[in-house]
């Protein structure tokens, strides 16, 4: 107790020349890790070990294409036109995305009014061009690469967590992602964050390139306290029985892992099977709509409870 009680009048004697800042009502103070240390080229194999610095959860991460720095050597002091990717990177649609997130997995975009780390975080802004040569020509029109790169702005390190094919669509190949952020803050202290979203790819010259993607923030109060659109059940009970009246006899719900699947038998005879996604944040987010046909095949279908309530 003595001692605590000297930390706290040096701990206030040394602050009481300087302006305070104050978080949650009490003075506060920056972790402090003493010197920073810059990373050199010559960087060791990473080991599984540092995880546990990086993840407040143990669900497995799946960009982790590779196992050391080296795959960045030819790429320093390159601009994102000079790039040039290996083809085996892009051969398919899988392989596109687990290779854009590996890279991506050590970039970081810290700015002074989101600060992280103590020196160097990972392999600072050297991904991003690299990264970048994964988009297709009509995506790099869209977005340009000062705009990309401005978009990871308090980004410190990325994890790709979930990743499932949906439905395709024409000419694209469609996945859903989640994606697990550590981002930096105006405190100097750094938080985790959640997004989820869609990616499309394209094949171009029999390679597979990025051609949209769109992500979503999670949020960690919102189901807690409000609403029911997070619940699978109450979505397919309320939306589309009550508004739709289109459910005449629900199924128990089928569950494998973060994938829940509910079955019902609609009010027109026919067989529907939505397909639900559960987040990092436990919500529940409707991926898939499907009707069986005659032939007893589930065909993709959309339909939009907002119309229901409209006719």
Not at 179 to 191: A, C, D, F, M
Not at 204 to 214: A, E, F, G, P, W
Not at 233 to 253: H, N
Request: net charge neutral; proline share 4%; aromatic share 14%.
């Amino acid at each position: 107790m003595k001692n605590l009680t000297r930390w706290i009048k040096r701990t206030f004697h040394r602050n009481s020349t300087k302006k305070l800042t104050l978080v949650m009502g009490a003075l506060y103070e920056p972790q402090q890790f003493g010197q920073p240390v810059e990373r050199s080229k010559n960087l060791p194999v990473r080991t599984t070990d540092l995880e546990r610095y990086f993840r407040p959860s143990c669900i497995p991460i799946k960009n982790t294409l590779f196992k050391d720095f080296q795959f960045f050597d030819p790429y320093y002091e390159k601009s994102y036109k000079e790039v040039k990717l290996p083809a085996a990177l892009t051969r398919t649609a899988e392989e596109t995305i687990l290779n854009y997130f590996s890279i991506l997995r050590e970039a970081e975009n810290l700015t002074d009014q989101q600060m992280g780390g103590c020196g160097t975080v990972g392999m600072a802004k050297l991904p991003f061009p690299v990264a970048y040569n994964f988009f297709t020509d009509d995506y790099q029109k869209r977005v340009s690469y000062h705009d990309y790169l401005q978009s990871f702005a308090g980004i410190g390190h990325l994890n790709l967590i979930k990743m499932n094919r949906l439905p395709d669509e024409g000419d694209t190949v469609s996945y859903f992602i989640e994606l697990e952020t550590i981002e930096g803050s105006s405190k100097g202290v750094t938080y985790f964050a959640y997004y989820f979203g869609y990616i499309q790819l394209k094949k171009v010259h029999n390679l597979y390139k990025i051609d949209r993607m769109k992500l979503y923030g999670e949020d960690f109060l919102c189901a807690a306290y409000h609403l029911w659109q997070h619940d699978a059940e109450a979505v397919v009970g309320i939306m589309y029985g009550e508004w739709c009246k289109l459910v005449k006899k629900q199924l128990p719900v089928k569950q494998d892992g973060y994938v829940k699947i509910i079955d019902f038998t609609g009010t027109d005879g026919a067989d529907y099977r939505f397909v639900f996604y559960r987040l990092t944040n436990d919500t529940d987010v409707l991926i898939s709509q499907f009707k069986m046909d005659a032939a007893g095949v589930w065909k993709p279908i959309t339909i939009d409870p907002e119309e229901c309530l409209k006719n």
